[in-house]
């Protein structure tokens, strides 16, 4: 039954790209990123995009009917980097794992916090649909702490769950509007970002770690761990800010471009630009995706 639902999941997702749900956007996006590929070869990441999508909604929904067992054999991990994250669980200090709309980021929480793991996630707002309120009851029933983001909230919201011991998870790659926005470059474009987990970290001195899920041919999940990642200290806050969310970014744009179809391309990653005369928002420097890694 659940190799059934998850095919009719990327059924789903194959229907909604024939019926040209957001196909512009993931269009305009592959364009902006990939300048040298073919037209054909971005329709066909647009259209495996949404077939992955669609597999990953229907195995987060179906996560909570899955054993122990089941659970445990869903994830494959570098075994190194399992002893390190354990480790830093260990040390006491709070943990922050900055991830991304890749792969099943869902399950990436979900089975986690099943696992015993307190995880609370840092999440946009879906809505008040019925397709909001759906998720999230899925969330909920995976018991994770869902913290929406909220004007002059979120930071608060973030240091209470860390507080109360529980792994924060933030996703770093949606467009942030408004003047609280900084600008890394995404794909050589400046991507108007949160600089929530910078200030967290630099505030907190929590652990940080770079996650992501990888989905296997054999249907389990590569965990892909980088870290322990400190922000710089140089004693520009505003530049230190700025090269900390540059680190992250670049570290999944690597990733996205082993995996092109693992990223969700529907978002409008690039909407919000940056001000006309720079104003504070300072262009990034590029950091080599590989330091700090373990």
Same mark, same amino acid.
């Given at each position: 039954?659940?190799?059934? %639902?998850?095919?009719?999941?990327? *059924?789903?997702?194959?229907?909604?790209?024939?019926? $040209?749900?957001?196909? *512009?956007?993931?269009?305009?996006?592959?364009?902006?990123?990939?300048?040298?590929?073919?037209?054909?070869?971005?329709?066909?990441?647009?259209?495996?995009?949404?077939?992955?999508?669609?597999?990953? &909604?229907?195995?987060?929904?179906?996560?909570?009917?899955?054993?122990?067992?089941?659970?445990?054999?869903?994830?494959?991990?570098?075994? $190194?980097?399992?002893?390190?994250?354990?480790?830093?669980?260990?040390?006491?200090? #709070?943990? %922050?794992?900055?991830?991304?709309?890749?792969?099943?980021?869902?399950?990436?929480?979900?089975?986690?916090?099943?696992?015993?793991?307190?995880?609370?996630? /840092?999440?946009?707002?879906?809505?008040?649909?019925?397709?909001?309120?759906?998720?999230?009851?899925?969330?909920?029933?995976?018991?994770?702490?869902?913290?929406?983001?909220?004007?002059?909230?979120?930071?608060?919201?973030?240091?209470?769950?860390?507080?109360?011991?529980?792994?924060?998870?933030? /996703?770093?790659?949606?467009?942030? #509007?408004?003047?609280?926005?900084?600008?890394?470059?995404?794909?050589?474009?400046?991507?108007?970002? &949160?600089?929530?987990? &910078?200030?967290?970290?630099?505030?907190?001195?929590?652990?940080?770690?770079?996650?992501?899920? /990888?989905?296997?041919?054999?249907?389990?999940?590569?965990?892909? %761990?980088?870290?322990?990642?400190?922000?710089?200290?140089? *004693?520009?806050?505003?530049?230190?800010?700025?090269?900390?969310?540059?680190?992250?970014?670049?570290?999944?744009?690597?990733?996205?471009?082993?995996? #092109?179809?693992?990223?969700?391309?529907?978002?409008?990653?690039?909407?919000?630009?940056?001000?006309?005369?720079?104003?504070?928002?300072?262009?990034?420097?590029?950091?080599?995706?590989?330091?700090?890694?373990?």
């Amino acid at each position: 039954m659940r190799r059934f %639902l998850v095919g009719m999941g990327r *059924g789903l997702g194959w229907l909604l790209w024939i019926l $040209h749900v957001r196909r *512009g956007v993931i269009m305009e996006n592959l364009r902006l990123a990939f300048p040298e590929w073919t037209e054909a070869k971005r329709r066909d990441v647009g259209k495996r995009t949404f077939v992955n999508i669609g597999q990953m &909604a229907l195995e987060f929904l179906l996560v909570t009917k899955l054993d122990e067992a089941e659970l445990e054999q869903m994830f494959v991990y570098d075994p $190194h980097m399992r002893e390190v994250t354990l480790a830093a669980l260990k040390s006491g200090r #709070p943990m %922050l794992v900055c991830t991304a709309h890749f792969g099943n980021f869902e399950n990436l929480a979900a089975v986690h916090n099943l696992q015993g793991y307190a995880i609370a996630m /840092v999440v946009r707002r879906m809505g008040g649909g019925w397709f909001g309120r759906f998720w999230n009851k899925g969330r909920s029933k995976a018991g994770l702490e869902v913290l929406e983001v909220t004007r002059g909230e979120t930071l608060k919201a973030a240091q209470r769950a860390m507080r109360e011991g529980k792994i924060l998870g933030y /996703v770093i790659d949606q467009n942030m #509007p408004g003047h609280r926005a900084i600008f890394p470059t995404f794909f050589g474009v400046p991507a108007a970002t &949160a600089p929530t987990p &910078a200030y967290l970290a630099m505030r907190s001195g929590a652990v940080v770690f770079f996650a992501l899920d /990888v989905p296997l041919e054999d249907g389990r999940h590569q965990i892909v %761990l980088e870290g322990p990642l400190e922000p710089p200290d140089t *004693g520009d806050r505003e530049a230190d800010v700025l090269a900390f969310m540059q680190d992250l970014n670049d570290r999944l744009e690597r990733w996205i471009r082993l995996y #092109p179809d693992r990223w969700y391309w529907l978002h409008r990653r690039w909407k919000t630009r940056p001000p006309a005369d720079g104003g504070r928002k300072r262009k990034a420097r590029r950091i080599d995706p590989t330091e700090g890694a373990e």
